[in-house]
């Protein structure tokens, strides 16, 4: 990626770019989200709290609610621990708090979730490519925690689930979905990108 993809990638998330109706959009994203076969038949779903001009992935949850008797999955949501280290804990959003960066999260006291133990992860970042590939915001908070996991997915069979990382969820405007970034090979591909318009999986659009 260029210079001048990488500012726009940064601007659309900063509030800085030409990046508007981010609640539209938002909604959008989500729409897709509930779509998802992964979403429906996950029981733990690990999700952000949307900082700035991030797009808001958590309506899904609204929609499999309104359109399903079967409960939402539980939702978990990251916490800074230490030095390019998080935690995982179940809490419902409007019980989240002002934490790292101004960020809202979970406090130590919500019950903790292991890695092994999530279904499905929404990730957000700077930017996208096709192939899967993350540029983050250079704190290294998500390549930390997913560097120990499997390199493929969990899948779940029945009510056995095998492999110990969750699926993984890119988060993206389309403007931040580009066909390529410079990703290392130690660095963990998402499994979909999801935009507001579209979900991209393995390099193709489905």
């Known amino acids: 990626m260029g210079a001048r993809a990488a500012a726009a990638a940064g601007a659309a998330v900063t509030g800085d770019g030409e990046c508007s109706g981010v609640s539209e959009l938002s909604a959008a994203c989500a729409r897709e989200l509930a779509g998802l076969d992964e979403i429906r038949q996950a029981r733990v779903v690990a999700t ?7 797009l808001d992935p958590n309506g899904f949850v609204d929609l499999l609610e309104g359109e399903s008797e079967e409960p939402p999955p539980l939702l978990v949501f990251p916490r800074v621990c230490g030095e390019r280290e998080l935690a995982l804990h179940q809490v419902a959003f409007d019980e989240l708090t ?6 809202l999260e979970p406090c130590e006291a919500h ?4 890695l092994a133990d999530i279904d499905v992860m929404l990730i957000p970042g700077v930017a996208f490519d096709l192939r899967g590939g993350r540029m983050g915001y250079g704190g290294g ?4 925690l997913l560097a120990k996991t499997d390199p493929t997915p969990a899948t779940c069979r029945g009510n056995k689930r095998t492999g110990n990382r969750p699926f993984l969820v890119g988060v993206s405007y389309d403007e931040t979905l580009f066909d390529e970034l410079p990703i290392e090979d130690h660095d ?3 499994d979909i990108v999801v935009t507001p318009t579209r979900v991209v999986a393995c390099g193709v659009s489905r």
């Open 48 to 54: 952000y709290a949307a900082y700035r001009d991030e």
């Open 98 to 103: 002002p934490g790292a960066y101004g960020i």
């Open 111 to 114: 019950p903790e979730v292991q």
């Open 141 to 144: 908070y998500y390549d930390s």
């Open 188 to 190: 963990i591909a998402m």
